[in-house]
Nanobody, 117 residues
Framework: QVRLQESGPGLVKPSQTLSLTCTISGASIASDYWVWIRQAPNKGLEWMGAIEEDGHTYYNPSLKSRTSISRDLSNNVFSLQLRGVTPEDTAVYFC???????????WGQGTQVTVSS
């Protein structure tokens, strides 16, 4: 059974960096394609970026200048950093496995991040 679990602070001050980690069990970070998605209040899902099997990363162009995704093979986790946050970055953040034509089959439960002073 594949499980994904997001972790990180629930409150971040404006202009600071939001850092989240996704811990994977039942699958390897070195296989498949791993994604960060967020959903702001009363808005749809927003694809933020991804890291693939070989470690190559892809980013939403609208967030690329502020976003970094990395992985730790030894701990089987991948992480998200979003720099220079504003209240508009308040959202529930999800980590997801994307199996391409088979769809995004496993999601973390999501973690609420609020940007506020």
């Amino acid at each position: 059974q594949v499980r994904l679990q997001e972790s990180g602070p629930g409150l971040v001050k404006p202009s600071q960096t939001l850092s989240l980690t996704c811990t994977i069990s039942g699958a390897s970070i070195a296989s498949d394609y791993w994604v960060w998605i967020r959903q702001a209040p009363n808005k749809g899902l927003e694809w933020m970026g991804a890291i693939e099997e070989d470690g190559h990363t892809y980013y939403n162009p609208s967030l690329k200048s502020r976003t970094s995704i990395s992985r730790d093979l030894s701990n089987n986790v991948f992480s998200l950093q979003l720099r220079g946050v504003t209240p508009e970055d308040t959202a529930v953040y999800f980590c997801v496995r994307d199996r391409g034509r088979y769809g995004m089959d496993y999601w973390g439960q999501g973690t609420q991040v609020t940007v506020s002073s």
